[in-house]
């Protein structure tokens, strides 16, 4: 057969995902004929059926699966070099960091202060976005690095691991389990998270699009009403929602430590597993400005891991930073720099992209 072309795989994709050819049509801004004769012509050279259909339904065959896997990592390595050539030619680069606000560990500025020290570093871009977006900022092109609390799908990634930070169960304060100082996993039975899943299982970590913030959750048990009728969008939303009772959330105690409310109890859980958070950046990356942020970032964890671990989790009343003295101190042992503000060096400074 010939070569395939990235239109055909385009096509292919958007009928794949629709599993409609009606609405994959319109997905792709075209009439529903041609896009059926490209289908089959697609077929024709290929020697195999990608599509069982039926006058009521369209699906995938065996090998339209494997297509369908293979296609759209084709598709994100054109996109990603176009990008990353686009990129690359720009006058002034960028290095572009991708994560989800808040979910640092509280390092972010620790880590964009030692990275001003090396000698390779650039200005940076912060990528912001929800969880699950910095994978595929990175394979797209999108973004250079990223720190993430777990890395969910390393198809064409490499990681190093950074530190692990204590998880905590955020409930409202007037919640019968908030009157004891310690709980476990058992506890909660009855109770859901904010994308319904049953919180005695614990939740992936952590991340409120995954542990989380997602899809419209039951009510927990006993809750004053009958849960979101759309995905939460925000830690402001979300913390709202354990407020009223309605569901209760897994939150990395730096989360924890920047975020007390009066109406919001935080509570260690025994049998909870750590958030571990870790920097990825992709496989075939050769830039010297990512190996210089990587690192300042495992330098400055490395540093802070054992002040983390020394913290006591009682958040009730937090006093001064979250980043503690002794963590600056310890990272300047390390060779990274003292804590500043994000954005604050006039010769390296840091834009947002959302």
Same mark, same amino acid.
């Given at each position: 057969?010939?070569?395939?072309?990235?239109?055909?795989?385009?096509?292919?994709?958007?009928?794949?995902?629709?599993?409609?050819?009606?609405?994959?049509?319109?997905?792709?801004?075209?009439?529903?004929?041609?896009?059926?004769?490209?289908?089959?012509?697609?077929?024709?050279?290929?020697?195999?059926?990608?599509?069982?259909?039926?006058?009521?339904?369209?699906?995938?065959?065996?090998?339209?699966?494997?297509?369908?896997?293979?296609?759209?990592?084709?598709?994100?390595?054109?996109?990603?070099?176009?990008?990353?050539?686009?990129?690359?030619?720009?006058?002034?680069?960028?290095?572009?960091?991708?994560?989800?606000?808040?979910?640092?560990?509280?390092?972010?500025?620790?880590?964009?202060?030692?990275?001003?020290?090396?000698?390779?570093?650039?200005?940076?871009?912060?990528?912001?976005?929800?969880?699950?977006?910095?994978?595929?900022?990175?394979?797209?092109?999108?973004?250079?690095?990223?720190?993430?609390?777990?890395?969910?799908?390393?198809?064409?990634?490499?990681?190093?691991?950074?530190?692990?930070?204590?998880?905590?169960?955020?409930?409202?304060?007037?919640?019968?389990?908030?009157?004891?100082?310690?709980?476990?996993?058992?506890?909660?039975?009855?109770?859901?998270?904010?994308?319904?899943?049953?919180?005695?299982?614990?939740?992936? @970590?952590?991340? =409120?699009?995954?542990? $989380?913030?997602? #899809?419209?959750?039951?009510? *927990? +048990?006993?809750?004053?009403?009958? %849960? &979101?009728?759309?995905?939460?969008?925000?830690?402001?939303?979300?913390?709202?929602?354990?407020?009223?009772?309605?569901?209760?959330?897994?939150?990395?105690?730096?989360?924890?430590?920047?975020?007390?409310?009066?109406?919001?109890?935080?509570?260690?859980?025994?049998?909870?597993?750590?958030?571990?958070?870790?920097?990825?950046?992709?496989?075939?990356?050769?830039?010297?400005?990512?190996?210089?942020?990587?690192?300042?970032?495992?330098?400055?964890?490395?540093?802070?891991?054992?002040?983390?671990?020394?913290?006591?989790?009682?958040?009730?009343?937090?006093?001064? @930073?979250?980043? =503690?003295?002794?963590? $600056?101190?310890? #990272?300047?042992?390390?060779? *990274? +720099?003292?804590?500043?503000?994000? %954005? &604050?060096?006039?010769?390296?400074?840091?834009?947002?992209?959302?």
């Amino acid at each position: 057969m010939n070569d395939l072309e990235s239109r055909q795989l385009r096509y292919f994709v958007a009928v794949a995902e629709e599993l409609n050819f009606g609405r994959a049509a319109e997905r792709l801004g075209m009439a529903q004929p041609p896009l059926s004769r490209a289908i089959r012509e697609l077929e024709r050279g290929l020697g195999v059926r990608l599509f069982e259909r039926t006058t009521r339904q369209v699906g995938l065959t065996p090998a339209g699966e494997v297509l369908l896997r293979d296609a759209r990592t084709a598709l994100e390595a054109i996109t990603a070099a176009a990008r990353r050539a686009a990129h690359a030619g720009r006058p002034a680069p960028e290095l572009r960091l991708a994560l989800k606000a808040d979910f640092d560990a509280g390092l972010l500025p620790q880590f964009l202060a030692a990275y001003r020290r090396e000698p390779e570093a650039i200005p940076v871009e912060l990528v912001l976005g929800g969880r699950g977006d910095q994978e595929a900022a990175l394979r797209d092109g999108r973004a250079d690095v990223a720190v993430l609390p777990e890395l969910t799908d390393g198809r064409g990634l490499d990681a190093e691991p950074l530190l692990t930070e204590p998880r905590l169960v955020a409930l409202a304060a007037s919640d019968p389990l908030a009157a004891r100082s310690s709980l476990s996993l058992a506890d909660f039975a009855g109770r859901v998270l904010p994308d319904g899943r049953p919180a005695e299982l614990g939740g992936p @970590p952590p991340g =409120p699009d995954g542990g $989380g913030i997602g #899809a419209p959750g039951r009510p *927990a +048990a006993g809750g004053p009403f009958a %849960g &979101s009728r759309r995905p939460v969008r925000d830690l402001t939303e979300l913390f709202s929602l354990v407020e009223l009772g309605g569901v209760i959330w897994f939150v990395p105690v730096s989360i924890a430590r920047r975020h007390a409310r009066p109406g919001i109890a935080y509570r260690p859980v025994r049998d909870l597993a750590p958030a571990e958070f870790c920097v990825v950046w992709p496989q075939d990356c050769r830039s010297p400005a990512v190996a210089a942020f990587v690192r300042a970032a495992t330098a400055v964890a490395a540093a802070a891991q054992p002040v983390i671990d020394a913290q006591p989790l009682d958040v009730a009343r937090p006093v001064g @930073p979250a980043w =503690p003295a002794e963590a $600056g101190q310890r #990272a300047d042992a390390a060779g *990274a +720099a003292p804590p500043s503000r994000p %954005g &604050s060096s006039a010769t390296n400074p840091v834009t947002v992209r959302r």
